[in-house]
């Protein structure tokens, strides 16, 4: 590490330095394309081939089934370092590294061996769950039904992230019950047709579209139902925007702070001949960077009331769970609103240590704003502050999961 990059802090691990010094050569070079693919819209499939051939996709695998057996703690502080490089593609892989965590939660010894071994492989998985329609919350239109003595699955989703680049898909469907059930396929099985159709002004490189099914086949061995999907989703699947805000955070402080220093014009009205030593030029970098940092510090945080919460998980004592889960949930529920403003905040400041020419479009510096306030919008942050004062008051424990549709 260099002395810039150990002002970010320790790793959360002992071992974590080892950890990442696998990936960061392939971060160092996936960051230096990053602009490029923005401004090209260039989707990132060869990028994520190298983040599966690197292994990065298993690490949360246990060594005995090939992975590296990283923590909570470990993948979230790997995520801030590649949001770093591209934040597009921490997007990307969180679907299949929720999938991945599913897994590892199973009761099912069968299905645990099955799955770890091909995610080993390098084989991922995207998450088809969304819909645009008019379901009713906790239902889906998409439906999965037997056809003689074959399994199949009909529906149309969006937010589909990721799956563009996924080997396979983890669809949220409704039985004939109305119950929530999961359905794994294959991207390519007949009848499975995903598009790149997202036209958000942020996060554009993450496939976020449309994904269609269309009498897709199912092997029964990958139905599982909703209540085997492990307890701690909601605060992993938030922590992993909250990881890639942090990472943004450093980019964008990085980038302003190289800025600054190669600066040869500056204002009469300034305080000093260059830029670079311009007092409150660098106040508003300072205090970028401390944005940044503190959002870092407070992810991994969260990151260790999420690790508890695996722990949790990982023993036979329901309460114990139940109790880690909902504390993994409120710690992230506190962070949601400070991380984000932090980071929206920067993004936006760091063109006054700057001047015009900043806003040109072959630097870029758009993108952070832009796919900041994307990530900051998912899982509407306006309500988790009045879901920690609920419990602050009244000891109100957070909602077990989010369900969206009409009411």
């Given at each position: 590490?260099t002395?810039?990059?150990a ?5 959360p ?10 990936f ?18 260039r989707l990132?499939v060869?990028e ?9 996709t298993?690490v949360?695998v246990p060594?005995?089934?090939g992975?590296a057996?990283?923590?909570l ?8 370092e ?5 934040s597009?593609?921490v ?7 929720g999938f ?6 199973s009761?099912d010894?069968a299905?645990?061996q099955l ?11 995207g998450?088809?769950t ?8 906790a239902?889906?239109?998409?439906r999965l039904?037997?056809?003689g003595?074959q399994?199949?699955i009909d529906g149309s989703k ?5 799956c563009l680049y996924s080997d396979?898909l ?6 004939y019950e109305?119950?929530r059930?999961f359905v ?5 099985d007949?009848g499975?047709?995903?598009i790149?159709d997202?036209d ?8 976020s ?5 269309r ?18 989703s909601p605060?992993f699947y938030?922590?992993f ?6 990472g ?8 302003l702070?190289?800025a600054v220093g190669q600066?040869?014009r500056s204002f009469?009205?300034?305080?000093a001949?260059?830029v670079?030593q311009?007092?409150q030029?660098l106040?508003?970098?300072?205090s ?10 407070i ?6 009331a ?8 990982q ?6 769970l139940t ?7 409120l710690?992230?529920?506190?962070a949601q609103t400070?991380?984000?403003d932090l ?8 063109f006054d ?8 479009r072959?630097?870029?510096l758009?993108?952070?704003?832009r796919?900041a306030?994307?990530l ?12 920690v ?5 009244n ?5 077990a999961q989010w369900k969206i549709?009409?009411?």
């Open positions: 590490m002395q810039i990059d002002a970010w802090g320790a790793g691990t002992p071992g974590y330095e080892q950890l990442a010094a696998r960061r050569p392939l971060f160092a070079q996936l960051r230096e394309g990053a602009i490029d693919r923005e401004r090209q819209r990132p060869e994520l081939q190298q983040l599966k051939a690197s292994g990065f298993a949360r060594v005995a089934y992975g057996g990283a923590s703690t470990e993948l979230t502080n790997l995520l801030i590649l949001g770093e490089a591209d597009n593609l997007q990307a892989l969180r679907g299949h590294f991945t965590e599913n897994v590892l939660n009761r010894p299905r645990q799955w770890l071994e091909r995610i080993a492989r390098g084989e991922t998985v998450p088809a969304g819909e645009i329609g008019q379901a009713a919350q239902q889906h239109n998409s039904y037997l056809d003595e399994w199949r969006f937010y589909t992230t990721g396979w983890d669809v949220t469907v409704s039985d109305g119950k059930m794994t396929v294959r991207r390519d007949p499975v047709e995903v790149d997202w958000g002004f942020g996060q554009t490189l993450t496939a579209g449309t994904t269609h099914l009498s897709v086949a199912v092997d029964p061995r990958h139905i599982v139902s909703n209540e085997e999907r492990f307890q701690y605060a938030q922590i925007h909250l990881a890639n805000l942090a943004i955070g450093r980019a964008l402080s990085g980038e702070a190289a600066r040869t009469s009205h300034g305080n001949p260059r670079a311009d007092p030029v106040q508003v970098v300072g970028v960077r401390a944005a940044a940092y503190s959002a870092g510090a992810v991994l945080k969260n990151a260790e999420l690790q508890r919460a695996y722990e949790a998980s023993q036979d004592d329901a309460a114990a109790h880690a889960v909902n504390i993994a949930e710690e992230v529920a506190q400070i991380v984000s980071i929206i905040d920067a993004s936006s400041r760091l240590a700057l001047s015009a020419s900043a806003t040109l072959p630097h870029g758009d993108r952070f704003w796919n306030r994307t900051a919008s998912h899982n509407p942050r306006i309500y988790k502050d009045r879901i004062g609920d419990f602050a008051v000891g109100t424990p957070p909602p549709g009409i009411a």
